[in-house]
C-alpha cells in the first residue's frame, strides 16, 4: 500500500497533488512520502516484535538524509556499503551504533573513519578484509565489532544481476569454510565476533530462499558456538521483494516474513537484523515526467518524455517494469492505445516501456513512474549532461525539496581546464 492516489481526478502525493509540485520544481523530478516510508518500516518492526531486533534501513536503495532522518527518527538503524553512505547516516543524526558496514571492498579509509566515529558492526565479506580491519582496529586502539558474510549458496531466483547468494558471486564466504574463518576472526586481537551476516538477494517474491538460506545459519550458530565462538546478533540482511505492477504479483509480506524468521531463528536466542531497502523506499516514491513530443513511428507512437534512462536506469539495467500513470486520471472507460515510451538519451536502451497500453497523452501531460522509490535517484547519472534531478519529500499536505536540481553553471564548473590549454 502506498499514499500516491487520485483525488479529484489528480493523482496526489498524501494530500498534495502532484501537478502543483511539478509546477513549484519543475520536471522530472522524484517524490517521496514520509506516510508510506514509516509504514513500510514499521511493517518489518511489528514483524518482528517479540525478538531483539533493529531494522537497519539499506540506504543504498534511497540515501537522502531527509529520508534517512525520516526513518532514523522512528527508530530505524542504517545498513551502509560505502564511506559516502556511513558519512551521510552520521550527517543525518544516526548513532554509529545503529550503523552497520556491509559490501565486499571496503578500504583502509572506510574502515578508519567507521571505527573512529563509531559502528554496530562490520559485516567482513573476505579473510584479506578481515586481515585489515584487525589492522586498523589495533591502530587506533580499538576493538572491531564483526560477524562474517556467510555465502549459503542458495538459488534467490532472482534477476542475475541481483541474485548474491550462490557461490559463484562475489559475495561473502563460503558457508564451508565458516568454522575455518571464524577460528582466524576469534585470534585476531582487533577484533570482536558478535554473529553471522548473510544476504542473499534482492527483489525476492518467494520466502523458500530465505528460508533455505536460514535454516544453514542456524546450524552454523549451533557449531559456532560449540567452538566456543559468542554467536548472539544474525544479521540476515534485505531482499524481500516489492509488487512492480499493481495487478498479478502478491510477494510474501512482511508479517510473514517475520514469523518464518521467528520459526527458523527465534530459538537461538539472537538479536535479529534486518536489511531491507526496496521494500522500505520501493514504492514510497514516484519519478514524474512530462511528455515532450508523441511521435509517429511505423506502426506506432513514441511518448518522448523529459525524463530518461540517467534519471531512472532500471528498465535499461534490469529490464525492469514499472507501471507509468498520468498524473490526469483518464476519463473512465477511455479507449487505450499503445505507446513505446522513452527518454532523449542517444541510446536505444533508453526505452522505459514497448507497447504500453495508455489513455491518450498530449505534449505537455505528465506521467508518474510508479515503485521508483529504491534504486532509483540514487543509480542517476548526468550522461549527455543532464543535471540530476531534483527530490521532494511530502508529509501530509507539506512538501519539500530535499535536493535542488543543479544549474548547468554548477554542473560546468566541476570540471577544471588545464593550464596548457
Ligand atoms: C542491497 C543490499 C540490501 C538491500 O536489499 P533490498 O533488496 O533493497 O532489500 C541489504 N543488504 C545488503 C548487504 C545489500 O547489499
Not at 21 to 42: D, E, M, N, Q, W
Not at 223 to 245: A, K, N, V
Not at 305 to 322: F, T
Request: net charge negative.
Amino acid at each position: 500500500m502506498d499514499h500516491f492516489l487520485y483525488r479529484d481526478g489528480v493523482l496526489h502525493a498524501e494530500d498534495v497533488p502532484v501537478a502543483e509540485i511539478a509546477a513549484k520544481v519543475g520536471t522530472p523530478f522524484y517524490c517521496y512520502s514520509t506516510a508510506t516510508l514509516l509504514r513500510h518500516f514499521r511493517l518489518f518492526d511489528e514483524a518482528l516484535a517479540g525478538m531483539d531486533h533493529l531494522v537497519c534501513y539499506a540506504m543504498k536503495a534511497a540515501s537522502n538524509q531527509a529520508i534517512l532522518k525520516t526513518l532514523a527518527q522512528a527508530g530505524a538503524g542504517m545498513d551502509v556499503v560505502s564511506g559516502g553512505e556511513y558519512a551521510r547516516a552520521i550527517a543525518a543524526g544516526v548513532p554509529g551504533d545503529k550503523i552497520v558496514f556491509s559490501g565486499v571492498g571496503k578500504t583502509h579509509e572506510e574502515i578508519r573513519a567507521a571505527l573512529s566515529t563509531g559502528i554496530r558492526q562490520f559485516n567482513v565479506e573476505s579473510e584479506p578484509e578481515m586481515e585489515v580491519i584487525n589492522e586498523v582496529a589495533l591502530s587506533l586502539g580499538k576493538v572491531a565489532p564483526i560477524t562474517v558474510r556467510v555465502n549459503p549458496d542458495v538459488d534467490a531466483k532472482t534477476h542475475a544481476k541481483i541474485a548474491t547468494g550462490k557461490s559463484e558471486n562475489k559475495f561473502g564466504i563460503p558457508i564451508a569454510r565458516a568454522r575455518e574463518v571464524y577460528a582466524r576472526a576469534a585470534a585476531l586481537p582487533g577484533l570482536k565476533v558478535v554473529g553471522i551476516d548473510v544476504h542473499i538477494g534482492s527483489q525476492l517474491t518467494d520466502l523458500d530462499p530465505f528460508r533455505l538460506a536460514y535454516r544453514k545459519v542456524a546450524d552454523l550458530t549451533e557449531t559456532l558456538r560449540s567452538d566456543g565462538h559468542d554467536i548472539h546478533r544474525l544479521d540476515l540482511g534485505g531482499g524481500l521483494g516489492i509488487p512492480y505492477t499493481r495487478s498479478n504479483e502478491a510477494p510474501p509480506l512482511p508479517v510473514e516474513y517475520g514469523a518464518m524468521i521467528k520459526e527458523e531463528l527465534g530459538h537461538l536466542g539472537c538479536e535479529i537484523e534486518i536489511e531491507p531497502g526496496r521494500l522500505i523506499a520501493g514504492n514510497a516514491g514516484i519519478m514524474v515526467s512530462k511528455v515532450i513530443y508523441v511521435k509517429s513511428g511505423e506502426g506506432r507512437d513514441f511518448l518522448i518524455l523529459d525524463g530518461a534512462m540517467n534519471d531512472l536506469l532500471r528498465p535499461a539495467m534490469y529490464e525492469a517494469h514499472h507501471d507509468i500513470v498520468s498524473v490526469k486520471e483518464p476519463a473512465p472507460g477511455i479507449e487505450q492505445q499503445p505507446y513505446d515510451i522513452v527518454g532523449p538519451v542517444c541510446e536505444t536502451g533508453d526505452t522505459f516501456a514497448k507497447e504500453r497500453m495508455m489513455a491518450p497523452l498530449a505534449p505537455g501531460d505528465l506521467v508518474a513512474f510508479r515503485s521508483a522509490g529504491a534504486y532509483g535517484a540514487v543509480m542517476a547519472s548526468e550522461y549527455n549532461t543532464r543535471p540530476l534531478i531534483p527530490e521532494v519529500l511530502v508529509h501530509e499536505d507539506q512538501f519539500a525539496v530535499i535536493r535542488e536540481r543543479p544549474t548547468f553553471d554548477e554542473m560546468l564548473k566541476r570540471d577544471t581546464i588545464p593550464e596548457w590549454l
